[in-house]
């Protein structure tokens, strides 16, 4: 009976207290009431709601014993849900938030579409593109290093190949952000040592296409043209003449470590990963 009568008491205390819990704000303790849900800005997340919209984003946990207001781990970024390309994701590096994509194809309406991302959501300062791509159009990866070269002012473009870029791939990775471009950047095109870079020689390639020798000549010298522009660019952004670009690629792919990459050519900046092994001269002697 007096189990009973302990229960009815703890109910009806709990019915007493139910409105100032509402007044108050779930977990908040103290007299403050909300008078009107104006809104505002969470100092957290930078999202804009009302106030009893806190908990889209926050919810409680268990933190030692205690419970505590804490971010849910994916409804803060619901605010870019609408906006975001579905191939591009939202990544935490400390306090700051990064884009991150795996470039795989030469697509440069791909990198537009980021691009307009970040001019909606200018919170977003840094793109981080991995490059794991053969190749593709050079007039396709010609616009995507254009865009990159545009956008560098409200954009740093980190690049990094982690397994290997060839051709066009290559152009995209050699793009990311250097101290060529100005004495406020820093180099942040990455490679791994055991990663694999290519670059060639302009190719090209007509189905059933009837040639004469003049005809053959004008092609050469287009796509010559072609080649030095490209290769003058390569040269500001390396450690290693056009000549000697020239040479690289004369008659045959040119394949490289990326180790030898940072170290030998300066075809990036950095090596994200320590290369322990012997260098490959050597371990060609020894073998």
């Known amino acids: 009976m007096r189990t009973i009568k302990t229960l009815v008491i703890m109910a009806m205390a709990l019915a007493l207290c139910a409105p100032a819990w509402a007044g108050n704000g779930f977990g908040h303790p103290g007299d403050y009431k909300i008078e009107k849900d104006d809104g505002g800005t969470c100092p957290v997340t930078k999202v804009s709601g009302a106030y009893h919209e806190c908990m889209n984003c926050h919810q409680m946990q268990m933190v030692d014993g205690e419970h505590h207001f804490g971010l849910k781990r994916v409804k803060p970024y619901l605010k870019y849900a609408e906006d975001l390309p579905t191939?591009?994701?939202?990544?935490?590096?400390?306090?700051?938030?990064?884009?991150?994509?795996?470039?795989?194809?030469?697509?440069?309406?791909?990198?537009e579409a980021i691009i307009e991302f970040v001019?909606?959501?200018?919170?977003?300062?840094?793109?981080?593109?991995?490059?794991?791509?053969?190749?593709?159009?050079?007039?396709?990866?010609?616009?995507?290093?254009?865009?990159?070269?545009?956008?560098?002012?409200?954009?740093?473009?980190?690049?990094?190949?982690?397994?290997?870029a060839a051709s066009a791939g290559f152009m995209i990775f050699m793009a990311g952000d250097s101290p060529v471009d100005?004495?406020?950047?820093?180099?942040?095109?990455?490679?791994?040592?055991?990663?694999?870079?290519m670059w060639h020689e302009v190719s090209s390639f007509a189905w059933l296409k009837v040639e004469t020798p003049s005809g053959l000549r004008?092609?050469?010298?287009?796509?010559?043209?072609?080649?030095?522009?490209?290769?003058?660019?390569?040269?500001?952004?390396?450690?290693?003449?056009?000549?000697?670009?020239?040479?690289?690629?004369?008659?045959?792919?040119?394949?490289?470590?990326?180790?030898?990459?940072?170290?030998?050519?300066?075809?990036?900046?950095?090596?994200?990963?320590?290369a322990v092994e012997a260098p490959w001269e050597e371990t060609k002697k020894k073998n």
């Open 182 to 197: 100005g004495p406020n950047y820093q180099g942040k095109r990455s490679v791994t040592a055991k990663s694999l870079l």
């Open 218 to 274: 004008d092609d050469a010298e287009i796509m010559t043209l072609f080649q030095d522009n490209v290769h003058v660019w390569l040269a500001k952004r390396s450690n290693v003449s056009v000549h000697e670009i020239h040479k690289m690629v004369e008659r045959k792919e040119m394949w490289a470590r990326g180790v030898d990459c940072i170290e030998k050519y300066g075809f990036g900046d950095y090596l994200s990963s320590p």
């Open 119 to 164: 001019k909606k959501y200018p919170e977003f300062k840094t793109v981080r593109l991995d490059v794991f791509n053969p190749g593709g159009a050079m007039m396709a990866a010609l616009r995507i290093v254009g865009m990159m070269e545009d956008s560098r002012s409200f954009i740093s473009w980190e690049t990094h190949v982690s397994a290997f």
């Open 87 to 111: 191939y591009v994701q939202i990544r935490e590096r400390g306090d700051e938030l990064i884009l991150w994509f795996e470039i795989n194809t030469v697509d440069d309406d791909k990198i």
